[in-house]
């Protein structure tokens, strides 16, 4: 079974420049999550989505970042326009999810790395 | 709010020590708890869990046991290899959402 798919694994780009990051959850999982991961530390939740709808997404930075998750499978993460400060590791996760109870193991994709000059 | 506080880094040890990581834990409720591992270059991996007090998860010759009382999900090996240096993640999710709360990782490097 394919595991949690991103692209690209590394971006480097200048500040004040877009970008954008792509993800494949697990196939029939509904809920899938963004993450930042600045280094040395534990990931940090940006967004949370429940199929096609964002359930969570009190810490996402709206002023530049977005997020969409059309049809309730891949998702993109944009950053416009990137910070210095923006450079960290992007990871999304996906796990089955849903509001009726239990928990739920995440599934975590490798990550895109990126570098903001 | 609910968080995770682990053990810094970061830990050296020789193959075939024992190893703790300590991780505590504030939540409401019964959260159930976790640990991830991340090898270098990979996403993060479910190593063990644990969804009620008193629970043991174990995997891979690690094991951690859900304490309650001590709000505590320390993870432990017998004896640890070369191949399980990465960075050791706990986490919690509360049983109230399907958020998890990582604490800011252990790096273990373990030498021959």
């Known amino acids: 079974e394919a595991g949690v798919v991103q692209s690209p694994r590394y971006k480097i780009i200048e500040k004040k420049q877009p970008v954008a990051f792509w993800c494949n959850p697990i196939s029939g999982h509904n809920t899938l999550y963004w993450y930042l991961q600045n280094l040395g530390q534990g990931p940090e939740l940006l967004i949370r989505?429940?199929?096609?709808?964002?359930?969570?997404d009190s810490q996402l930075p709206k002023d530049r970042f977005s997020a969409e998750r059309l049809k309730g499978v891949d998702s993109t993460l944009k950053i416009q326009p990137a910070e210095l400060g923006d450079s960290a590791v992007y990871l999304c996760a996906s796990s089955l999810g849903g509001t009726s109870g239990g928990v739920h193991e995440q599934f975590f994709g490798p990550g895109t790395r990126l570098t903001v000059l | 709010g609910d968080s995770v506080t682990q053990m810094e880094g970061p830990v050296t040890l020789s193959e075939e020590a024992f190893l703790t990581i300590n991780c505590t834990y504030t939540?409401?409720?019964?959260?159930?708890l976790f640990w991830y591992v991340q090898y270098p270059g990979e996403g993060l991996q479910l190593l063990l869990k644990a969804t009620k007090a008193d629970d043991k998860g174990s995997n891979k010759g690690f094991e951690a046991t859900y304490r309650k009382e001590t709000t505590s999900f320390h993870l432990e090996k017998g004896s640890v290899q070369v191949s399980d240096s990465a960075v050791y993640f706990c986490?919690?999710?509360?049983?109230?959402?399907?958020?998890?709360?990582f604490g800011t990782g252990t790096s273990l490097t373990v030498i021959p």
């Open positions: 986490a919690l999710i509360s049983n109230t959402g399907n958020q998890f709360y």
């Open positions: 939540a409401t409720g019964y959260p159930s």
């Open positions: 989505y429940e199929n096609e709808e964002a359930v969570d």
